[in-house]
């Protein structure tokens, strides 16, 4: 198991927001990510400084990524984009 940690950010007045599309995210997400031999994902929220810590166990790195070029992440992206910054590629 590989264990990966990252950060992101959040706009600063969608804090509620974002926790609210979080309480559940959607179940074909969830699925995606389990298919992709994704485990304990856990995402923290620092209020004071707008970021997010993200950690997840993976089982491997190519799987991981391929998760990104999945339809419902794509979706998810797009969904979120309003309350956090994106790259062009989502």
């Known amino acids: 198991m590989i264990r990966k940690a990252f950060v992101m950010q959040v706009n600063p007045d969608a804090h509620e ?12 997400l969830e699925a995606v990510l389990k298919s992709h031999g994704a485990h304990n ?17 993976i089982e491997s790195e190519e799987r991981w990524n391929a998760v990104a ?3 419902v992440c794509q979706r998810w992206w797009k969904y979120m984009t309003d309350v956090m910054p994106a790259n062009p590629d989502n």
Do not use: C, G
Request: hydrophobic share 40%; net charge negative; charged share 30%.
């Open 17 to 28: 927001e974002y926790q609210r599309r979080h309480n559940p995210i959607w179940p074909e």
């Open 41 to 57: 994902y856990a995402i923290y929220l620092d209020k004071a400084r707008n970021l997010l810590f993200a950690m997840v166990e």
């Open 69 to 71: 070029s999945t339809d």
